[in-house]
């Protein structure tokens, strides 16, 4: 874990607001020199706290509105091997290796459902996946979101916190 501060996590609210800020602006905004903010961005990179800055790309804009979870159940020892052949299938977005049901859950875009039916399908014939269950999402109820937690890091950060545990 790296050890953040305050403006690091002012930095982070503020990149994440603004993406296309340049250095300079965010240095006026925050109030700080430009040669700070270019050093504390290099630094969150380099610790990997900023991991990219890529656009947010709609896969529903690009002809693949529908979004399937999908737990794989896989043989014992085929990990490894499973996580190289999902690498190759355009259509996963993420994959993760889960605790719990399945082994690994994959996010994936589809033109409809019966291309997620297809894309089932090669997962089967994947060696090493046992068997799939799969949920299709409806609709989205809260975005992918980092500020909500960045706000919890500031709030340990914060001199006068109270416990936030008893």
Request: proline share 5%; aromatic share 2%.
């Amino acid at each position: 874990m790296a050890a953040l501060d305050v403006l690091d996590i002012s930095i982070l609210r503020e990149l994440i607001t603004r993406p296309r800020a340049g250095m300079r602006e965010l240095a006026r905004t925050l109030g700080i020199a430009r040669g700070t903010v270019h050093t504390r961005v290099s630094r969150l990179e380099r610790l990997a706290v900023i991991t990219d800055y890529a656009p947010q790309v709609s896969p529903a804009q690009l002809g693949y509105p529908i979004l399937a979870f999908v737990h794989l159940h896989l043989a014992q020892g085929q990990l490894a091997r499973v996580t190289r052949a999902l690498v190759l299938v355009e259509e996963v977005l993420e994959a993760h290796s889960t605790a719990g049901e399945g082994d690994v859950l994959c996010r994936v875009a589809a033109r409809d459902t019966a291309h997620v039916e297809e894309i089932i399908q090669r997962f089967l014939h994947l060696p090493g996946v046992v068997r799939c269950r799969t949920e299709i999402a409806l609709s989205e109820r809260v975005p992918s979101r980092i500020t909500p937690l960045l706000s919890l890091v500031a709030q340990d950060l914060a001199p006068d916190k109270t416990d936030r545990g008893a």
